[in-house]
């Protein structure tokens, strides 16, 4: 028996989980101020709800198996299409646009490699029923808010946003046929790093005209421009910046689309997203305009490593409670009454010395040491910060049913403890 | 294409998922406050995990498959193996006891049926390094101070204890070999609704010795002795019953066992764990005693819905923006600096007509609306706190990078807007 779990899975550890708390923290509050509603499907979805309407990419990299009931089903690679077939099964219960979001464990079998796991969390944020630019400016500007929540600035990454439409437009006008059309996508996809001849190879005729429209720096679209103006009038037109090359590999994408990159550009992708407003029709439901985007915890993870800024609340004990064995059962009494007041209690269940209890609360980090001694018996505790060895006395009562409380008027210790 | 999810799995709209948000605050809240600490593993084991250690039940029920790196692996069914595995490798960095909690979800394919999902949520907390009866008073305690933060009390729900060590002496007493035994817990645990006739034909000769064992109300052995008085002391005697009855299915538990259920003896387990001290060491780990829980959501859903105690933290935007189209730009630049400033702020995208936004605002239970009219080119707003239909004006001010602030000074409005 292995103690590693299989390759492209992670253990999350108390440290590693706190870290990952963070980012979810974060993903949560800015939806939330953002008006977005969490939702949440299952892991396991039937297979044919992938194979038709997602990416080529994503299907070959799907867990798929027969389970025994003769269905074929798959680990969910990505939370799109279960969101819509949710909302085709009951839109007309929600009114219009439909803000929701979710923070999905998804699945997909691929190399392992930096920023690429076989299973990942991702922060998903989608609006249906919005037609206008607004939806974009809405998504972009609600992921900014978590980037920013997490401590990062427009001068750590830069949402680059592109037109699948502009694009369907400009490859009509140049004779690209529809069917041609996913192939020019997937080169466009990969232009980044290719020399004029790679250009030449690949594109043809259109590398001409692909390299002018690449270089020419407005915006190209009225949609494009819209979204513009939408995230700078939200306050966030640092953040932002048009890129045609990006176009995203999604079948389902029919508008603007758009991808976080650090600025210094040695990750891959934060975050994608865009608008698919053909998807919901396909899922038999009403023809509904939607925009989403998709961002993950392991490049995001990285880039935050990378800026010193992973999110460490270490959840220490407030008090942590020391007793002689003959207190035992008031220490006890203690730990059960505080953390029902609100408290996080800690003491040492295997009731070691007294100098050894005190060292475990030290390891556990507990910012107090509250001390059942000998004048435990005459009603009295002392109570010790353990940062600055600073201690003094506090009183405790018994009320109804066995439970204790710390006593006021004795000094100010109660009202710190508590505080 | 359905709308349904596959059978045995669950959709979580915004209102369903609300209630499981409430669930998983209050398992949180009460590990936190115990001193449990969060952590994850993968939701993709190797199958061997689980065919060697967890009992007959769990393993028929494992949704596994071979994956195209030709592994047999599984849907984890249940925790405890993974915490296991993560534990022996990584057990020195820790001080002991191990405190840690997860709130996973596990899959298992039976017949779907209420309170029995294929796919669920579960509350797991766990100490490891603990050998006497205090880490199962604290798991006991955590536990019902994690039903108590959802509304629950001793009227609706008991922890009925048991030994699995005082049985294998009882049973060794009455010359029940070894490879026997298992068979004879799993008669004791289906044993609740049977008649005399059948208490005979099952048990045989162990019939009436175990009718005595199970009538006595004492606690039968020392340990659970131990047990009783550690969770009356931490105020929870109330919650507490020794029931012999209770023996778990798992094949790793080996002393105290317990489970949780409703009073009125309704609705399935809520709850249920023990110790089993020999785990680790199956997994290469040191020989380290342990012990925990699994508290899954499904039951513990339909009994907070029997007692109406579903967790209703609605989530309603606090401010809700309505502006004339003149205003739209600074209707942006109000909501992106307010959400920045930690509000909950939504807003027409469709920019409908003044009567249309502000119904919205209404249908989404916005708190207030925040009207810029004519006279916003005046920098004055109204306030409109939807609920009392009461209105105030506020001012605003333009700060550096288009940042928006509300004006204090001008009647207690932003005052109270921010509370």
């Not at 089903?73 to 929600?94: F, G, I, K, Q, S």
């Not at 464990?105 to 037609?131: I, T």
């Not at 408290?343 to 390891?363: C, I, R, S, T």
């Amino acid at each position: 028996m292995t103690g590693q779990p299989l390759p492209g899975f992670r253990d999350f550890y108390p440290e590693e989980h706190r870290a990952l708390r963070g980012i979810f923290a974060a993903w949560r509050e800015a939806s939330r101020r953002s008006g977005f509603a969490e939702y949440e499907g299952p892991e396991l979805e039937s297979l044919d709800l992938y194979t038709e309407k997602s990416g080529d990419e994503i299907v070959g990299q799907i867990y798929h198996f027969r389970d025994k009931g003769d269905r074929e089903v798959a680990l969910r690679p990505e939370l799109t299409p279960t969101l819509a077939r949710m909302v085709a099964a009951r839109h007309r219960h929600y009114r219009k646009p439909i803000k929701w979001f979710s923070i999905p464990r998804l699945f997909r079998y691929e190399r392992p490699q930096r920023g690429r796991q076989r299973e990942h969390f991702q922060w998903n944020c989608d609006m249906v029923g919005e037609k206008s630019a607004a939806a974009e400016a809405e998504l972009i500007g609600t992921l900014v808010l978590g980037l920013s929540l997490l401590g990062l600035g427009p001068s750590d990454v830069v949402v680059k946003v592109s037109d699948r439409g502009w694009w369907d437009r400009f490859l009509e006008g140049h004779g690209v046929k529809e069917n041609q059309k996913a192939e020019v996508f997937k080169v466009l996809d990969k232009l980044e790093d290719a020399t004029e001849d790679e250009w030449n190879k690949k594109l043809g005729s259109l590398a001409g005209p692909v390299r002018q429209a690449l270089g020419a720096k407005d915006a190209h679209s009225s949609g494009l421009e819209e979204v513009r103006q939408g995230v700078a009038a939200l306050g966030y037109a640092e953040w932002f910046e048009v890129d045609l090359r990006v176009v995203r590999g999604l079948a389902y994408y029919t508008g603007v689309v758009f991808e976080v990159h650090d600025r210094a550009g040695k990750f891959r992708a934060v975050a994608g997203g865009g608008r698919y407003d053909a998807l919901l029709k396909k899922f038999g439901g009403e023809d509904l305009p939607a925009a989403g985007f998709g961002m993950g915890d392991a490049v995001l993870a990285e880039l935050l490593a990378e800026k010193k800024l992973v999110p460490a609340e270490v959840p220490a004990p407030g008090i942590f409670v020391v007793a002689e064995l003959a207190q035992r059962p008031l220490a006890l009494q203690l730990v059960g009454s505080l953390r029902r007041a609100g408290q996080v209690v800690d003491y040492d269940p295997g009731h070691g010395k007294w100098a050894k209890q005190l060292e475990l609360a030290e390891a556990k980090g507990a910012r107090w040491a509250l001390l059942a001694g000998r004048e435990a018996a005459q009603g009295k505790l002392t109570v010790k910060e353990l940062a600055t060895r600073k201690q003094g006395e506090i009183g405790y009562e018994a009320g109804p049913g066995g439970a204790i409380s710390l006593v006021p008027g004795v000094g100010e210790w109660p009202k710190v403890i508590a505080s």
